[in-house]
């Protein structure tokens, strides 16, 4: 019953950002990610909150510490605001996210009782994800009062289909 006192995670990160403020019509904000999240618990279960009993058998921690669910070490995002001839606002946002990394994972028998095959190393991930979302805006003033705004967005343009989980 004390096997949820190994319990262990650690995250962390560096970040690097760009900022260029609205001048020339145009403005910039891009940034990029390293990081690392490992432990024994994976980030992407709610199972020990819940009260569920995922981490009270032993064998769960076998091949148990290393890179865990949620772990994205590169994450590159950059987004900003172009304005265009007749005061149009066009704002694209491109997001890189590396895979999540995934453990490899063999059921013994029929009551969800299982066993890691190696400990998760990063070495298994999804699909990166690459994704860009395009924004058109244009507002009209009516009776010089009221502000009357038109927005088009047009989300994941290239269409990506990253795998992100297995079934």
């Known amino acids: 019953n004390g096997v949820l006192e190994d319990l262990h995670r650690v995250f962390w990160a560096a970040v690097f950002e760009l900022n260029k403020r609205m001048s020339d019509n145009w403005s910039l904000k891009a940034s990029y990610t390293y990081s690392k999240s490992e432990g024994n618990v994976n980030n992407n279960s709610y199972g020990v909150i819940q009260g569920f009993s995922t981490y009270s058998d032993p064998n769960s921690f076998i091949n148990g510490y290393g890179r865990l669910g949620r ?4 994450q590159l995002k950059a987004s900003g605001t172009y ?6 606002y066009l704002s694209p946002a491109v997001t890189y996210r590396s895979g999540y990394a995934y453990q490899v994972y063999e059921e013994l028998g029929n009551d969800n009782a ?3 095959i190696y400990a998760p ?4 991930r999804y699909d990166a994800q690459f ?3 395009l924004r ?5 003033m009516i009776a010089d009062r009221y502000r009357l705004g038109l927005i088009f967005d047009w989300f ?3 269409n990506d289909d990253a795998i992100t989980g297995y079934a």
């Open 114 to 116: 299982g066993i890691n």
């Open 83 to 88: 304005i265009a001839p007749f005061d149009i």
């Open 121 to 124: 190393d990063g070495r298994d």
């Open 71 to 74: 772990d994205a070490p590169h």
């Open 136 to 140: 058109a805006e244009k507002a009209f």
């Open 131 to 133: 994704n860009i979302d």
């Open 156 to 158: 994941n343009v290239l």
